[in-house]
């Protein structure tokens, strides 16, 4: 891996700085949203002994539920290319060491890999992976793994 000394200026960084804190205070409110729907739907749930009512809403808090995992994760990548900002490491490819651009960084702030690093790694075992020249889904930042949801359904949970 070739390091490179190279970083963004303090005038950029604050640019990014405030579109991440923007991204921030938006996903706090829908993370808010979304436990407030949980929460409402476990209040009002009522076992009516009807079989499709009880899946209806079993659905409905699985959906919500998994939007909730994945706005959490979402917070903290966020969170962590906020910390990235303050140490004045954001932007650098964690795989190449060289300036992530500036246009994937403005729709995606949380990335840590350039595009060239995030497509030249292979997957393996990934479900979505037909063959080599197949399309794939590789944004690691926003799969959520196992254990991780099993500790955000515990925070989750404990704070109801």
Same mark, same amino acid.
């Given at each position: 891996?070739?390091? %490179?000394s190279?970083r963004?200026?303090? &005038?950029?960084l604050? /640019?990014?700085?405030?579109?991440?804190?923007e +991204? $921030?205070?938006?996903? *706090?409110?829908? !993370?808010e949203?979304? +436990? =407030?729907?949980i929460?409402?739907?476990h209040?009002? =749930?009522?076992?009516?002994?009807d079989?499709t009512?009880? %899946?209806?809403?079993?659905?409905e808090? &699985?959906?919500?539920s998994?939007?909730?995992?994945?706005?959490?994760?979402f917070l @903290?990548?966020l969170?962590?290319?906020?910390?990235?900002v303050?140490n004045?490491?954001?932007?650098?490819?964690?795989i190449?060491?060289?300036l $992530?651009d +500036? &246009?994937?960084?403005r729709?995606?702030p949380h990335a840590? *890999?350039?595009?060239?690093? *995030?497509?030249?790694?292979?997957?393996?075992?990934? #479900?979505n992976? !037909? %063959?080599?020249?197949s #399309? @794939?889904?590789t944004d690691?930042e926003?799969v $959520?793994? #196992?254990?991780? @949801?099993?500790q955000?359904?515990? /925070?989750?949970? &404990?704070? $109801?």
């Amino acid at each position: 891996m070739a390091l %490179s000394s190279a970083r963004y200026s303090d &005038e950029e960084l604050e /640019e990014f700085k405030g579109l991440i804190e923007e +991204k $921030i205070t938006k996903t *706090k409110q829908e !993370v808010e949203f979304l +436990k =407030s729907q949980i929460t409402e739907s476990h209040e009002n =749930s009522q076992h009516s002994g009807d079989w499709t009512d009880e %899946s209806s809403l079993h659905t409905e808090m &699985e959906f919500i539920s998994n939007s909730l995992l994945r706005q959490q994760q979402f917070l @903290r990548n966020l969170e962590l290319a906020h910390m990235r900002v303050h140490n004045k490491t954001y932007g650098i490819c964690s795989i190449t060491g060289q300036l $992530i651009d +500036k &246009e994937r960084l403005r729709l995606v702030p949380h990335a840590t *890999k350039s595009v060239e690093a *995030k497509n030249a790694r292979p997957i393996v075992n990934s #479900p979505n992976t !037909v %063959s080599d020249n197949s #399309p @794939r889904l590789t944004d690691e930042e926003l799969v $959520i793994k #196992p254990e991780e @949801r099993v500790q955000l359904q515990k /925070e989750f949970f &404990e704070n $109801i």
